[in-house]
């Protein structure tokens, strides 16, 4: 048995790997949405499902008159599983290129790309997955053929070492990334999976091939201890369900304190792999002592699945690691035993009725997320949305306060259940209160609050702070837009945000285009902009809601500057795709013959990773662009980069004022910090540092990437900014 733990806590690491890599992989090449996130997941654990399911039939109808050992079928399984961390990315970007082609061939709109994406992300994921799923039935196939004994509860085995590898996968994701980049990384998982493939085969030769009897003798019919009910596998789907959607609601409410980092996302998945792993082992060890079905439990998890809304409390003083450690932990805990006793007990060892019951858990790990994402946070929050996903197991705990059989303790806890429910619901508050004026909007993709009066409004996104009524993004327009060698006629700007730098493009006559990704961002226009209104109306005006980068890429439209300000901060999960010299590339062609991109970067604290940064974005645009010019804001803000395909003319304060319409010199003074125009640009042209010298802060720091974000992924080169969480 040592050997099929080995195998399935690799595998286990492998498919973590996998999961986190594939997805990235599809952001790049078909954009970061919600609803693409949503599909490569949903494929990913539709795969797991339906592999799980079919093998466990094919085992179940040709398992006697198989003539190979069962481990020789899980081996090739694997090796398949190996060559799909080397297909994948190329399919992902076969397709990227074939939807590319027919953007330019025809109009294709937005709901025609997520069909047409969805579909191909079906044909690439769905049949590796499959095979990933096929793992466990093969395996208890294998088990039962050889122990009678382990073979009643060796889903929870494998299920126990699948776990255990996918925490492993989760630490050791980020640092293979920040050593070799996402391909290299798959190159390791698929090496891995050969070597489990290779191990599996080599055993059956040290085991002897003549497996008729056993293989016979394995197909057995499963015990009637559980019943042939279907309640199991309605509580395997809820569990599913639950869990899964519990998982979006908790990155809602712990953002705003461990940050939108991938190391903050790790954080929380750390806490709930770790706690499914302690509730599985705990499950292995009593379920061997022969202990009968514990009714708390399932009570239990009605005031754990509200837990994580006391430890995200704003009136709470605790760290942040600890918000979500405590938060999630118990309830994925309770999970993570109820999980596989479910499994275990109604298949009782046999693989086929261990694969249909896995496939149903799966089926609720697919519509989990699915509503809570579109449907429940949207339109009623993370407190309202906490307390329905419980509401199963309310149901439960009342059903068990009125069972004829009932025991006085269970009554009392399912009643005790139900009041701490109500109670953690109505006296906690959530992150939104800590601001006294506020208005708050909500949809598939994040919560957006806007808050603050006059100059002290701010934006703030997730809970993070994404900007302020600072002049920073008015001098994104204005200096790219009078730094052209030819008049103007369109902008387009990446990132909405407050709307000021559309705003500023707009002071200056000529059609303006903004993509946001969050649809509520630009609603909250006017409340930063008593001309919000006026300014969305007119005709020059279109903002569109979308992931920028897949914008340009479906975009037939040439403009004269393009302007990127992402979301702070720099380190923020997904951002890289904003700076990659990959996204570099696309923007350029959307450049007019002498346009400008126009590329902010927030400065970070001195020291030697944000010099990293700086250089990496400085040599990806030089690679980009022939003509690059660097400048600084007001001492240390941030910085200005144009870059251009023609060289950008060098003017002075007072020639640049000479280009601008007055409603544009106007709208740069709104908010100084200058008295006048040319001393406002002044402050931008005092400071201009040229290319080289910012890749000499970090001279071996390669290009930014898609395959190489080092931005995102900084532990090795700097552990106190992780530690920090």
């Given at each position: 048995?040592?050997?099929?733990?080995t195998f399935f806590?690799?595998?286990?690491?492998?498919?973590?790997?996998?999961?986190?890599?594939?997805?990235?992989?599809?952001?790049?090449?078909?954009?970061?949405?919600?609803?693409?996130?949503?599909?490569?997941?949903?494929?990913?654990?539709?795969?797991?499902?339906?592999g799980?399911?079919?093998?466990g039939g094919?085992?179940?109808?040709?398992?006697?008159?198989?003539?190979?050992?069962?481990?020789?079928?899980?081996?090739?399984?694997?090796?398949?599983?190996?060559?799909?961390?080397?297909?994948?990315?190329?399919?992902?970007?076969?397709?990227?290129?074939?939807?590319?082609?027919?953007?330019?061939?025809?109009?294709?709109?937005?709901?025609?790309?997520?069909?047409?994406?969805?579909?191909?992300?079906?044909?690439t994921?769905?049949?590796?997955?499959?095979?990933?799923?096929?793992?466990?039935?093969?395996?208890?196939?294998?088990?039962?053929?050889?122990?009678?004994?382990?073979?009643?509860?060796?889903?929870?085995?494998l299920?126990?070492?699948?776990?255990?590898?996918?925490?492993?996968?989760?630490?050791?994701?980020?640092?293979?990334i920040?050593?070799?980049?996402?391909?290299?990384?798959?190159?390791?998982?698929?090496?891995?999976?050969?070597?489990?493939?290779?191990?599996?085969?080599?055993?059956?030769?040290?085991?002897?091939?003549?497996?008729?009897?056993?293989?016979?003798?394995?197909?057995?019919?499963?015990?009637?201890?559980?019943?042939?009910?279907?309640?199991?596998?309605?509580?395997?789907?809820?569990?599913?369900?639950?869990?899964?959607?519990?998982?979006?609601?908790?990155?809602?409410?712990?953002?705003?304190?461990?940050g939108?980092?991938?190391?903050?996302f790790?954080?929380?998945?750390?806490a709930y792999?770790?706690?499914?792993?302690?509730?599985?082992r705990?499950?292995?060890?009593?379920?061997?002592?022969?202990?009968?079905?514990?009714?708390?439990?399932?009570?239990?998890?009605?005031?754990?699945?509200?837990?994580s809304?006391?430890?995200?409390?704003?009136?709470?003083?605790?760290?942040?690691?600890?918000?979500?450690f405590?938060?999630?932990?118990p309830f994925?805990?309770?999970m993570?035993?109820?999980?596989?006793?479910?499994?275990?007990r109604?298949s009782?060892?046999?693989?086929?009725?261990?694969?249909?019951?896995?496939g149903?858990?799966?089926?609720?790990?697919?519509?989990?997320?699915?509503?809570?994402?579109?449907?429940?946070?949207?339109?009623?929050?993370?407190?309202?949305?906490?307390?329905?996903?419980?509401?199963?197991w309310?149901?439960?705990?009342?059903?068990?306060?009125?069972?004829?059989?009932?025991?006085?303790?269970?009554?009392?806890?399912?009643?005790?259940?139900?009041?701490?429910?109500?109670?953690i619901?109505?006296?906690?508050?959530?992150?939104?209160?800590?601001?006294?004026?506020h208005?708050?909007?909500?949809?598939?993709?994040?919560?957006?609050?806007?808050?603050?009066?006059g100059?002290?409004?701010?934006?703030?996104?997730?809970?993070?702070?994404?900007?302020a009524?600072?002049?920073?993004?008015?001098?994104?327009a204005?200096?790219?837009?009078?730094?052209?060698?030819q008049?103007?006629?369109?902008?387009?700007?990446?990132?909405?945000?407050?709307?000021?730098?559309?705003?500023?493009?707009?002071?200056?006559?000529i059609?303006?285009?903004?993509?946001d990704l969050?649809?509520?961002?630009?609603?909250?226009?006017?409340?930063?902009?008593?001309?919000?209104?006026?300014?969305?109306?007119?005709?020059?005006?279109?903002?569109?809601?979308?992931?920028?980068?897949?914008?340009?890429?479906?975009?037939?439209?040439?403009y004269?500057?393009?302007?990127?300000?992402?979301?702070?901060?720099?380190?923020?999960?997904?951002?890289?795709?904003?700076?990659?010299?990959d996204?570099?590339?696309?923007?350029?062609?959307?450049?007019?013959?002498?346009?400008?991109?126009?590329?902010?970067?927030?400065?970070?604290?001195?020291?030697?990773?944000?010099?990293?940064?700086?250089?990496?974005?400085?040599?990806?645009?030089?690679?980009?662009?022939?003509?690059?010019?660097?400048?600084?804001?007001?001492?240390?803000?941030?910085?200005?980069?144009?870059?251009?395909d023609?060289?950008?003319?060098?003017?002075?304060?007072?020639?640049?004022?000479?280009?601008?319409?007055?409603?544009?010199?106007?709208?740069?003074?709104?908010?100084?910090?200058?008295?006048?125009?040319?001393?406002?640009?002044?402050?931008?042209?005092?400071?201009?540092?040229?290319?080289?010298?910012?890749?000499?802060?970090?001279?071996?720091?390669p290009?930014?990437?898609?395959?190489?974000?080092?931005?995102?992924?900084?532990?090795?080169?700097?552990?106190?900014?992780?530690?920090?969480f």
């Amino acid at each position: 048995m040592a050997w099929y733990f080995t195998f399935f806590f690799i595998s286990g690491l492998c498919g973590i790997v996998y999961e986190l890599v594939w997805l990235r992989l599809a952001m790049a090449q078909f954009g970061v949405t919600t609803a693409l996130t949503s599909l490569v997941l949903s494929m990913f654990m539709g795969g797991l499902g339906l592999g799980a399911w079919a093998a466990g039939g094919l085992v179940q109808s040709y398992g006697k008159r198989l003539k190979i050992h069962p481990l020789k079928l899980y081996g090739l399984t694997e090796l398949m599983i190996g060559c799909s961390a080397l297909a994948v990315p190329l399919q992902l970007s076969y397709g990227h290129r074939l939807l590319e082609r027919m953007a330019e061939q025809a109009a294709v709109s937005s709901a025609g790309y997520y069909v047409a994406s969805g579909t191909w992300l079906a044909l690439t994921l769905v049949p590796w997955c499959t095979c990933m799923g096929a793992t466990i039935p093969f395996v208890m196939f294998a088990i039962r053929t050889e122990s009678s004994h382990e073979s009643r509860r060796s889903f929870s085995f494998l299920y126990l070492a699948n776990v255990v590898g996918a925490i492993a996968g989760a630490v050791l994701a980020p640092l293979l990334i920040e050593l070799g980049g996402f391909h290299a990384t798959l190159r390791v998982g698929a090496c891995l999976n050969a070597a489990i493939g290779v191990s599996a085969f080599a055993l059956t030769f040290a085991r002897g091939t003549t497996v008729h009897g056993s293989v016979a003798a394995g197909v057995i019919a499963p015990s009637a201890s559980f019943s042939r009910s279907r309640a199991p596998l309605l509580l395997l789907f809820l569990t599913g369900l639950t869990t899964m959607g519990m998982e979006v609601i908790w990155i809602r409410l712990f953002t705003p304190y461990v940050g939108p980092v991938v190391y903050a996302f790790a954080t929380i998945l750390a806490a709930y792999l770790v706690a499914t792993f302690l509730g599985s082992r705990i499950y292995r060890e009593w379920s061997l002592r022969g202990r009968g079905e514990i009714e708390l439990a399932w009570v239990a998890l009605v005031p754990l699945g509200m837990l994580s809304l006391v430890t995200s409390d704003v009136r709470l003083v605790m760290d942040s690691s600890t918000r979500v450690f405590l938060g999630v932990m118990p309830f994925a805990g309770v999970m993570g035993f109820l999980t596989p006793m479910l499994v275990d007990r109604w298949s009782d060892g046999d693989p086929d009725r261990a694969g249909r019951a896995y496939g149903i858990n799966v089926l609720g790990c697919i519509v989990g997320p699915l509503l809570s994402g579109f449907l429940l946070l949207p339109f009623l929050g993370e407190r309202m949305s906490t307390l329905l996903l419980t509401v199963p197991w309310l149901a439960m705990a009342i059903g068990a306060a009125y069972a004829a059989k009932s025991r006085l303790v269970t009554r009392a806890a399912a009643y005790g259940a139900a009041i701490a429910a109500m109670t953690i619901m109505f006296f906690t508050q959530d992150f939104a209160t800590r601001y006294p004026q506020h208005e708050v909007l909500r949809d598939s993709t994040a919560t957006v609050i806007a808050t603050g009066e006059g100059m002290s409004k701010k934006l703030v996104i997730n809970g993070v702070d994404i900007t302020a009524m600072v002049p920073i993004p008015k001098m994104m327009a204005h200096l790219s837009l009078a730094s052209l060698a030819q008049p103007p006629h369109s902008a387009l700007v990446i990132c909405f945000g407050m709307g000021t730098t559309f705003r500023s493009a707009m002071s200056w006559g000529i059609p303006a285009t903004a993509v946001d990704l969050v649809p509520s961002v630009p609603k909250l226009f006017a409340y930063y902009h008593r001309d919000g209104g006026k300014i969305l109306a007119s005709p020059r005006a279109r903002v569109v809601i979308d992931d920028g980068r897949r914008f340009l890429e479906r975009s037939p439209d040439e403009y004269d500057v393009i302007i990127i300000d992402p979301p702070p901060p720099v380190q923020a999960a997904g951002s890289s795709l904003l700076y990659s010299e990959d996204f570099y590339a696309v923007a350029r062609k959307r450049l007019r013959p002498g346009g400008i991109l126009q590329q902010f970067l927030p400065d970070g604290v001195n020291d030697a990773n944000d010099d990293q940064l700086k250089a990496s974005v400085a040599r990806a645009l030089q690679n980009s662009f022939p003509y690059v010019r660097i400048f600084q804001w007001n001492g240390r803000q941030g910085w200005h980069f144009l870059a251009s395909d023609q060289p950008i003319p060098v003017r002075s304060a007072a020639e640049l004022v000479d280009r601008m319409p007055p409603a544009a010199v106007a709208d740069m003074l709104e908010w100084g910090p200058a008295k006048t125009a040319e001393k406002q640009f002044q402050l931008l042209l005092s400071r201009e540092t040229k290319p080289e010298q910012m890749i000499a802060l970090s001279p071996h720091t390669p290009a930014l990437q898609d395959d190489r974000p080092i931005n995102e992924y900084y532990l090795l080169r700097h552990p106190a900014s992780v530690l920090s969480f």
